[in-house]
């Protein structure tokens, strides 16, 4: 059997979006180990590789506390209360990001992004079918909306410009989607 069992759960921190655990484990074969464990408050979120009839993408650029730099990343963010639905989630960030909204929406993937110590769950989407929205930035939000080549941007993912793993599956993804003829 390859399953822990969960003895205690320490709340070291609780902050906005994660609180900071540690958890005490006893291992299938009765020994006892510490893990991190962060978790979200909310569960995670939602986001969407948007695609125009012409293959391009609409990607943006934020700054990224975690990493201290920009990262160029498909619009997401965080349900607004538990129970949002993930294709919610997902039109309303690309409508609050880029101004647009989505007529269709293919749903990739539910994805943990760093299973290891981090239960963020986030699902993926491909916005396809576009129309005008509203752009809504949130408060201190601060985004630049890049208009790139499909391929360009799976180019960027190759070449180190884009490591956002929700973004870089769903840009494989739609490369996939597309040379099987389902999009």
Same mark, same amino acid.
């Given at each position: 059997?390859?399953?822990? %069992?969960?003895?205690?759960?320490?709340?070291?921190?609780?902050?906005?979006?994660?609180?900071?655990?540690?958890?005490? +484990?006893?291992?299938?074969?009765?020994?006892?180990?510490? =893990?991190?464990?962060?978790?979200?408050?909310?569960?995670?979120?939602?986001?969407?590789?948007?695609?125009?009839? *012409?293959?391009?993408? =609409?990607?943006?650029?934020? =700054?990224?506390? /975690?990493?201290?730099?920009? /990262?160029?990343?498909?619009?997401?963010?965080?349900?607004?209360?538990?129970?949002? /639905?993930? &294709?919610?989630?997902?039109?309303? $960030?690309?409508? $609050?990001?880029?101004?647009?909204?989505? *007529?269709?929406?293919?749903?990739?993937?539910?994805?943990?992004? /760093?299973?290891?110590?981090?239960?963020?769950?986030?699902?993926?989407?491909?916005? +396809?079918?576009? &129309? %005008?929205?509203?752009?809504?930035?949130?408060?201190? $939000? =601060?985004?630049?909306? +890049?208009?790139?080549?499909?391929?360009?941007?799976?180019?960027?993912?190759?070449?180190? %410009?884009? *490591?956002?793993?929700?973004?870089?599956?769903?840009?494989?993804?739609?490369?996939? +989607?597309?040379?099987?003829? $389902?999009?």
């Amino acid at each position: 059997m390859l399953m822990f %069992k969960k003895m205690k759960q320490i709340l070291l921190s609780k902050g906005k979006i994660v609180s900071f655990y540690k958890d005490i +484990l006893e291992t299938p074969d009765g020994n006892i180990v510490e =893990y991190d464990y962060l978790m979200h408050n909310f569960g995670g979120g939602a986001g969407a590789l948007v695609v125009d009839e *012409n293959d391009m993408t =609409y990607l943006v650029k934020q =700054y990224r506390n /975690s990493i201290n730099d920009l /990262s160029i990343e498909i619009p997401a963010g965080g349900y607004s209360f538990k129970g949002e /639905s993930g &294709e919610d989630c997902a039109r309303r $960030e690309i409508e $609050e990001e880029l101004g647009v909204k989505a *007529n269709r929406m293919i749903h990739i993937s539910n994805i943990v992004s /760093s299973i290891g110590t981090f239960d963020e769950k986030t699902d993926v989407y491909i916005a +396809l079918d576009l &129309e %005008k929205g509203k752009q809504k930035l949130d408060d201190g $939000e =601060y985004i630049e909306i +890049l208009k790139i080549d499909i391929n360009e941007a799976i180019n960027m993912v190759y070449n180190g %410009k884009i *490591n956002d793993s929700k973004t870089i599956i769903a840009l494989l993804a739609y490369r996939d +989607l597309k040379y099987k003829g $389902e999009i």
